[in-house]
């Protein structure tokens, strides 16, 4: 059993960058891949990024790319997302997940889940 615990999130102006960071409890944590999905109330669960288990790949939802950067430090177990010129419709709760299969982009193939933080960005 993962378990998944995120942070970083907080109040940002639009064009203001913020970095969520994923800590996993599990010492196999290198044996997953990594991904960072947010969703808005009502809204289903949207893909953000993904990254495979060794860091070679990267894989980004169109609305986040060149903007945002996953990445992961298996030695720490961490997997961080740096988000860069943050706009309103970023707003929302995000969520890390580990899985077995990259590049994953709907929620349903992860495994494991973080309990969110919210992130808002204000105009």
């Known amino acids: 059993q993962v378990q998944l615990v995120e942070s970083g999130g907080g109040l940002v102006e639009a064009g203001g960058s913020l970095r969520l960071s994923c800590a996993a409890s599990?010492?196999?944590?290198?044996?997953?891949?990594m991904a960072w999905f947010r969703q808005v109330a009502g809204k289903e669960r949207e893909f953000v990024a993904a990254?495979?288990?060794?860091?070679?790949?990267?894989y980004y939802a169109h609305s986040v790319k060149g903007r945002f950067t996953v990445s992961r430090h298996n030695a720490k177990n961490i997997v961080y997302l740096q988000m860069n010129s943050l706009k309103p419709e970023d707003t929302a709760v995000y969520y890390c997940a580990a899985g077995d299969s990259y590049p994953a982009t709907t929620w349903l193939r992860y495994n494991y889940w973080g309990q969110g933080t919210q992130v808002t960005v204000s105009s």
């Open positions: 599990e010492r196999t944590f290198n044996r997953y891949a």
């Open positions: 990254i495979d288990w060794t860091s070679s790949y990267t």
